[in-house]
């Protein structure tokens, strides 16, 4: 898999593209510690996607440092988008990923054709104790938050690699990752959002719960609502192929 160059630094980037495919190419990004492995293959490889999906800086295989905003992650993920040369793309984005890409159909319009949103919101509060608990009990912090990434019936090899992989995360960028959720608010912009939107939410989510993905599904006009029973704010590695046939059923009825 390949390191792009880019004006802000280099990305790691997983191509599952089908260049023999018309349709839109779909930026996948992943959430606030996570990497592009949060997207199982029966998603990353869906061939309707024709996906390029990333490890944000500081993230999985991208080196450098994480980024504080949410508006520095939408300068990575434009430049990405320059760098492959991808005029006009579908954003798919999971939790902080989800901020990044309403932020670029907001702000960059021409650019985005469709948004699959995923355990967001319009708003990513993030509770104190997150984020001192970062800094302070970095340890116990984590499990806090591996504890709220699945349903009531977690899988525990799941949790387990969870733990492991948050763990060794750079404190700092996981701390930074979260300030960046903590001052996200597009509440008084969301409704201006008018390219077709699939919304996917779980019953589960303890990080997202599945009002926020209401909230988005009655602000953005023409947009589709999935619920995932049972779904945690990891739905898509809990219930992969429920996701991904959401997925595939709503780009198939898509006209681009």
């Given at each position: 898999m390949p390191l792009l160059e880019t004006e802000h630094g280099t990305i790691?980037?997983?191509?599952?593209?089908?260049?023999?495919?018309?349709?839109?190419?779909?930026?996948?990004?992943?959430?606030?510690?996570?990497?592009?492995?949060?997207?199982?293959?029966?998603i990353r490889r869906l061939p309707e996607l024709n996906a390029v999906v990333l490890d944000l800086p500081g993230h999985g295989r991208s080196v450098g440092a994480g980024r504080s905003s949410i508006a520095a992650y939408v300068s990575d993920v434009l430049a990405v988008m320059d760098a492959l040369k991808l005029d006009k793309v579908i954003l798919a984005g999971h939790s902080m990923g989800g901020a990044i890409a309403q932020t670029i159909a907001l702000q960059h319009p021409a650019r985005v054709a469709a948004l699959i949103l995923i355990g967001t919101s319009a708003k990513l509060g993030v509770h104190p104790d997150i984020l001192n608990g970062m800094i302070n009990e970095f340890k116990r912090t984590v499990s806090t938050l591996v504890s709220m990434y699945y349903g009531t019936r977690p899988n525990e090899s799941m949790v387990r690699r969870s733990q492991q992989r948050l763990s060794?995360?750079?404190?700092?960028?996981?701390?930074?990752?979260?300030?960046?959720?903590?001052?996200?608010?597009?509440?008084?912009?969301?409704?201006?959002?008018?390219?077709?939107?699939?919304?996917?939410?779980?019953?589960?989510?303890?990080?997202?719960?599945y009002k926020a993905s209401s909230y988005l599904n009655e602000h953005i006009a023409g947009s589709r609502l999935i619920q995932v029973e049972g779904g945690g704010h990891l739905m898509m590695l809990e219930q992969p192929e429920l996701v991904a046939e959401a997925i595939r059923t709503w780009l198939t009825e898509q006209t681009f």
């Open positions: 790691w980037y997983a191509d599952h593209r089908d260049p023999t495919l018309h349709s839109p190419v779909t930026v996948v990004i992943h959430g606030a510690g996570g990497t592009h492995l949060d997207w199982p293959a029966e060794e995360f750079n404190p700092i960028t996981l701390y930074n990752d979260y300030v960046a959720c903590n001052t996200f608010d597009l509440r008084e912009q969301i409704q201006y959002i008018q390219i077709p939107t699939l919304i996917i939410g779980g019953t589960d989510d303890k990080m997202t719960p």
